[in-house]
């Protein structure tokens, strides 16, 4: 294992088994209009049938959490299908997880997956760079797509993802785990009833030392830039989802102390500032460099948070109102992973919209463009 994995190891708690559980709140950001599909087609659900998952890109995330999450925990979706640019890996996969060879497929081969009924959902888990021209695949191939986060590394590949699968009539939603963990949503939900009063100031904080210089992650061809895509992106989810608003302008810096690894466009550091149209100011930070895990709301009567925010399992929150003492919340474990592909499986087989569309993913990457904007030019830049 390398040094990096073993750090995620440790920060995100890979491997030990998490009971699934429904997601404990509802909703937390605006779900965008969809192209609703009146049933799971192309493979039309039989009464009891698990929807098929294609998982394209079989690396870390894929390897460590999603394969196992479909493999024991999901209920409404099974991995059944795999697209890999190796095929001795892909072979081996298919033999553990008891995926048909013929449901096999490699980069070149992807577009017949549509000619395969036993595939209903595509889930893009590869570099960034490349979400777009394999969501829009998916979708040519009549496929339902799940892609990871960040959506994609401009606002035009998410304008061109969302329209593909509008065109296909499929639905298109993004790997935002947190929505589907509840201590992340009971901040949104103390927030959006003012248990506390209202929230005045959040502070959102995502980062871990990266290490491989190698990586594609460092690569801003095929990552769209450093550390904010890939980590602080959850600290701009949180300060959204827990205000409820979208911000009106941002200010940001950056910081790089090691330009032998973070070469022009990859940040390894950014600070941002977001403003909120009811007053709500989120300070936010995203490192490559050191880590960074808490999301906080300060409210008139007090405050809530969760720390550590985002990994995958552990996480914990508490709110302390003003005079009182700290107080946990106290939430049964969730597998984000599988809670967010039942909740797609649901989403398709019911005819609902999902929470996490592709505009919403649309939206974070239009303010991160705004914060890479103002970082460069110093200013602050109106949204
Ligand atoms: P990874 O490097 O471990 O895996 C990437 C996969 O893409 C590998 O299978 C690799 O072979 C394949 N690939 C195809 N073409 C490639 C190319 N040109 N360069 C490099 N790899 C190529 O990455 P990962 O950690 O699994 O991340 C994949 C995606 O998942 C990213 O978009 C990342 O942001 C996202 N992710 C999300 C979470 C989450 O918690 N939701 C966590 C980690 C990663």
Same mark, same amino acid.
């Given at each position: 294992m390398s040094e990096r994995r073993g750090f995620f190891k440790e920060l995100l708690g890979w491997g030990a088994a998490a009971a699934w559980a429904a997601?404990?709140?509802? *909703?937390a950001s605006p779900a965008a209009a969809q192209t609703p599909?009146?049933?799971? *087609?192309?493979?039309?659900? *039989?009464?009891?049938r698990k929807l098929g998952v294609a998982l394209v890109g079989l690396g870390s995330l894929s390897e460590h959490q999603i394969a196992p999450a479909l493999f024991q925990k999901t209920k409404l979706c099974k991995l059944a299908g795999l697209v890999s640019g190796h095929p001795d890996k892909a072979m081996q996969w298919a033999k553990r997880y008891g995926v048909p060879e013929k449901n096999v497929y490699s980069y070149q081969t992807f577009d017949q997956i549509k000619n395969n009924p036993d595939i209903d959902i595509v889930y893009v888990v590869l570099p960034n760079s490349m979400h777009a021209e394999y969501t829009i695949r998916a979708a040519k191939a009549g496929k339902h797509v799940l892609c990871e986060k960040?959506? *994609?590394?401009?606002v035009k590949e998410c304008d061109q993802m969302i329209a593909a699968c509008k065109a296909a009539g499929r639905k298109l939603a993004i790997g935002y785990r947190l929505h589907f963990e509840p201590n992340n949503l009971e901040l949104a939900r103390l927030a959006r009833e003012k248990t506390l009063g209202a929230v005045k100031v959040i502070e959102a904080s995502a980062g871990f030392p990266i290490d491989d210089p190698t990586q594609w992650r460092l690569d801003k061809k095929l990552s769209g830039g450093g550390s904010l895509m890939d980590i602080g992106i959850y600290a701009l989810q949180a300060a959204r989802y827990i205000s409820g608003e979208e911000p009106t302008s941002v200010s940001a810096q950056m910081s790089i102390t090691d330009p032998v690894k973070f070469?022009?466009?990859?940040?390894?550091s950014v600070l941002f500032t977001l403003k909120f149209p009811s007053g709500i100011v989120a300070n936010c930070a995203s490192s490559y460099g050191t880590g960074l895990n808490r999301f906080r709301a300060s409210a008139q009567r007090g405050w809530f948070e969760v720390q550590?925010?985002?990994?995958?399992?552990?996480i914990k929150g508490r709110m302390r109102s003003e005079g009182g003492t700290p107080k946990d919340f106290d939430f049964p474990p969730v597998d984000h992973f599988a809670a967010e592909m039942d909740d797609f499986a649901d989403c398709i087989l019911n005819g609902k919209q999902t929470r996490v569309p592709g505009e919403e993913g649309r939206r974070d990457v239009r303010i991160m463009a705004a914060i890479y904007e103002s970082a460069a030019s110093g200013k602050r830049v109106a949204l």
């Open positions: 997601p404990v709140v509802g *909703a599909s009146p049933s799971s *087609a192309p493979g039309k659900s *039989a009464p009891g960040p959506m *994609a590394i401009s070469k022009p466009g990859v940040d390894e550590p925010a985002l990994n995958y399992e552990g």
